[in-house]
Nanobody, 125 residues
Framework: QVQLVESGGGLVQPGGSLRLSCAASGRTFSYYAMGWFRQAPGKEREFVAAISWRTGNTYYAASVKGRFTISRDNAKNTMYLQMNSLKPEDTGVYYC??????????????????WGQGTQVTVSS
């Protein structure tokens, strides 16, 4: 059974940093890609970043490019999102997602079959 568990969220001041983790159960070599999405209050869930589990190729939303870094540790079956220079507009629930088939679009929610429960990130002074 596939299980994704996020951690690392919290409250941080503008300009600060956080690192999110997504621990994946099962044999992650069977995953084709994993990604992060976020949902702010009253808004739709949006793409943040994604990574090809096999090649390590990364993809970012324009709003986070240059500030966030996605990575994975194959040995630990874990994906990370390092978030620097955080802004209030980065506030939201962050979800990790995974797919075992090549995603038509890395940035589309419909490309992912498995989802975590989410972790809250609040950027506020």
């Amino acid at each position: 059974q596939v299980q994704l568990v996020e951690s690392g969220g919290g409250l941080v001041q503008p300009g600060g940093s956080l690192r999110l983790s997504c621990a994946a159960s099962g044999r992650t070599f069977s995953y084709y890609a994993m990604g992060w999405f976020r949902q702010a209050p009253g808004k739709e869930r949006e793409f943040v970043a994604a990574i090809s589990w096999r090649t390590g190729n990364t993809y970012y939303a324009a709003s986070v490019k240059g500030r966030f870094t996605i990575s994975r540790d194959n040995a630990k079956n874990t994906m990370y999102l390092q978030m620097n220079s955080l802004k209030p507009e980065d506030t939201g629930v962050y979800y990790c997602a995974a797919t075992k088939t090549p995603p038509p679009l890395y940035g589309s929610m419909s490309s992912y079959n498995y989802w975590g429960q989410g972790t809250q990130v609040t950027v506020s002074s």
